[in-house]
């Protein structure tokens, strides 16, 4: 079976542009997460969607970032406009439904932005 | 509120020597516990979990993890790592619909 799939693996923009993520989540799987990985910060949880619904989105920093799940195989992270703090490795996960399955989270490889 | 602390933020080990990677967490109830690995430009992999039960849980690639409610500790354990296990290893706590990774430890392996 596929993995979690995401576009693009890197993304090269300048300050101001925006910026479109996007992942593909693990088919069967309900629940889908964005998380941002930075040296300073670690590993936060930005967003997540149960059945293609928004259910926590504290974690996005600003009203810069938007996602949205249109469906149950498509999801994207939008960052307009970007800035050089976004830069960072952003990574998509998936899990089934239930609250045991909720937290085995299935990771995307990952898109490494840089914002110059 | 729940946290999780890694204490060590780079261990070192020699091919074939044991290994343990300390993982404490801060929480009123038992949580889920859950160990990650990330190798270098890939995403994270779940190595093992603990739910309920028996508090010695057994993973991938030879990992074990003991949970301590006594020591609110969920330590990773190998007894004798392989060069391939270089990499960073995350600790999280789950807690209903709450998921919190700690900082992460990365683990170097001389041959």
């Known amino acids: 079976d596929a993995g979690v799939i995401q576009s693009p693996r890197h993304e090269v923009t300048e300050m101001g542009q925006e910026v479109t993520l996007r992942c593909k989540p693990i088919?069967?799987?309900?629940?889908l997460f964005w998380y941002r990985q930075t040296m300073m910060r670690g590993l936060e949880l930005l967003i997540y969607?149960?059945?293609?619904?928004?259910?926590?989105d504290s974690g996005m920093p600003e009203d810069r970032f938007s996602a949205k799940m249109p469906n149950a195989s498509f999801s994207t992270l939008k960052i307009q406009p970007s800035e050089p703090r976004d830069s960072a490795v952003y990574f998509c996960?998936?899990?089934?439904?239930?609250?045991?399955?909720?937290?085995?989270?299935?990771f995307g490889p990952g898109t490494r932005l840089t914002v110059t | 509120a729940q946290s999780v602390t890694q204490p060590d933020i780079h261990i070192t080990v020699s091919e074939g020597a044991s290994l343990e990677l300390r993982c404490n967490y801060s929480?009123?109830?038992?949580?889920?516990l859950f160990w990650y690995v990330q190798s270098p430009g890939q995403g994270l992999q779940l190595l093992l979990k603990?739910?309920?039960?028996?508090?010695l849980v057994q993973g991938i690639k030879g990992f074990e993890a003991e949970f301590k409610r006594s020591q609110s500790s969920f330590n990773l354990r190998k007894p004798s790592v392989h060069w391939s296990d270089a990499a960073e290893y995350f600790c999280?706590?789950?807690?209903?619909?709450?998921?919190?990774f700690g900082t992460g430890t990365r683990l170097k392996v001389l041959a």
């Open positions: 996960a998936s899990s089934r439904s239930g609250i045991r399955s909720f937290h085995e989270q299935y």
């Open positions: 088919s069967g799987h309900n629940s």
């Open positions: 969607f149960n059945n293609n619904v928004p259910i926590d």
């Open positions: 929480y009123g109830a038992t949580p889920y």
């Open positions: 603990y739910f309920s039960g028996d508090t």
């Open positions: 999280a706590v789950g807690t209903d619909y709450k998921y919190i």
